[in-house]
């Protein structure tokens, strides 16, 4: 909880001191783009501070309702929903569409509001082995009679070790035991796929076949909240079923204003995604040829260097602060125990001499405590 005396971007101010910033989720750095701060502005000037209401009352603006379009279109779906919280978004989707006589069945790796979420449903829920195929089918199979609706969900992108759900082949299981499918996509948007646009661009899927996207308003897009995208009947009922939309105060216009602008950056400015992509290969194999372990994480912003034990974690993450670097030490529970790691998040702003300058450091320090 060091806090950041100004914006986020690749390099930051901590304690007086610039250091590089390696665990950002601003992976396309659009905190300080001035496309957005004008747009930001802009919607202050006009909408004020606050949204003064619930969506089904009186805060619902023009924005929203285009934010709502705009993400729709983004995902090829034929509706969306905003909510003021991307962890609130899994929770209430869970609890309204699923209830006592429903299976969840979750990746073990997936996030924590999905487990919550499966809690609030009252719904039974299960969990299969990491991007485990054969455990996914097994589960199915075991309990498909036993259950009116089965939910599969997975993240897109994993946060915590950067791999990515081998979609194509869930979606096949899925349909084969007539289960939906639902995508987590908070660290996959504006990241993965030639386009930044998720799971479906980077493994060219078709519309329609993830039943139930689900994405973060805080991350690649530097805003707040959360949304769910699909059919159009599905999306309707949330509207006027889920608590967190209809008790939650609606997004403040500014907010909402800041992700449209931010989508528009993320289909129109096709350099910023390739560069972050090319950050993230360069790193990933400058730290695999040091020795380190960076576990299946390949084509995404988020590599974790395991470290091990979490005395040498968090010593590792103060020597590079030291050193001028900031990344964050991940430990138990956040991962599983002797799982400690650092969270490198690269950005698409870091330049060559940033990245070298890191690997440099990493290897120095990673002899230094024998992790290689």
């Known amino acids: 909880m060091l806090?950041?005396?100004?914006?986020?971007?690749?390099?930051?101010?901590?304690?007086?001191?610039?250091?590089?910033?390696?665990?950002?989720?601003?992976?396309?750095?659009?905190?300080?783009?001035?496309?957005?701060?004008?747009?930001?502005?802009?919607?202050?000037?006009?909408?004020?501070?606050?949204?003064?209401?619930?969506?089904?009352?009186?805060?619902?603006?023009?924005?929203?309702?285009?934010?709502?379009?705009?993400?729709?279109?983004?995902?090829?779906?034929?509706?969306?929903?905003?909510?003021?919280?991307?962890?609130?978004?899994?929770?209430?989707?869970?609890?309204?569409?699923?209830?006592?006589?429903?299976?969840?069945?979750?990746?073990?790796?997936?996030?924590?509001?999905?487990y919550d979420g499966c809690i609030l449903s009252k719904a039974d829920w299960k969990r299969f082995n990491h991007n485990n195929l054969t455990d996914l089918e097994r589960i199915l199979k075991e309990n498909r009679e036993k259950y009116k609706r089965i939910l599969v969900v997975v993240d897109g992108v994993y946060s915590m070790d950067g791999d990515i759900a081998p979609m194509p082949e869930i979606i096949e299981i899925a349909k084969k035991y007539d289960a939906f499918t639902?995508?987590?996509?908070?660290?996959?948007?504006?990241?993965?796929?030639?386009?930044?646009?998720?799971?479906?661009?980077?493994?060219?899927?078709?519309?329609?076949?993830?039943?139930?996207?689900?994405?973060?308003l805080s991350k690649a897009i530097p805003s707040i909240g959360g949304y769910i995208a699909g059919d159009k009947d599905m999306i309707t009922f949330l509207r006027y079923a889920s608590n967190a939309f209809i008790f939650s105060a609606a997004l403040p216009p500014v907010s909402t204003a800041v992700a449209i602008k931010a989508l528009d950056i993320i289909l129109n400015d096709k350099e910023r995604i390739k560069a972050l992509q090319k950050n993230i290969h360069f790193f990933i194999s400058g730290l695999k040829e040091l020795g380190f372990n960076t576990l299946s994480s390949k084509d995404t912003p988020i590599i974790p260097v395991i470290i091990g034990n979490d005395v040498k974690t968090f010593k590792f993450a103060k020597k590079m602060k030291k050193e001028g670097i900031m990344i964050p030490p991940i430990v138990f529970p956040a991962v599983p125990r002797d799982g400690g790691r650092l969270r490198c998040c690269v950005m698409a702003t870091h330049t060559e001499e940033d990245l070298k300058y890191i690997l440099d450091k990493?290897?120095?320090?990673?002899?230094?405590?024998?992790?290689i």
């Open 182 to 216: 639902m995508v987590d996509e908070a660290h996959g948007i504006g990241t993965i796929g030639p386009n930044g646009r998720g799971i479906d661009d980077y493994y060219d899927l078709s519309p329609g076949e993830v039943d139930i996207y689900m994405g973060t």
């Open 3 to 114: 806090p950041i005396e100004g914006a986020t971007g690749r390099t930051v101010q901590v304690e007086g001191k610039e250091l590089i910033m390696l665990g950002s989720y601003s992976y396309l750095d659009l905190i300080t783009h001035p496309e957005i701060i004008k747009v930001a502005h802009d919607a202050l000037d006009k909408y004020g501070a606050g949204a003064g209401g619930v969506r089904l009352l009186t805060g619902t603006t023009d924005l929203h309702k285009e934010l709502e379009r705009r993400i729709a279109d983004f995902k090829r779906t034929e509706d969306a929903i905003l909510y003021s919280s991307g962890y609130v978004t899994n929770m209430t989707l869970m609890s309204t569409l699923f209830g006592k006589d429903d299976l969840v069945v979750i990746d073990k790796y997936d996030h924590q509001s999905i």
């Open 362 to 371: 990493m290897e120095k320090i990673g002899k230094d405590l024998g992790v």
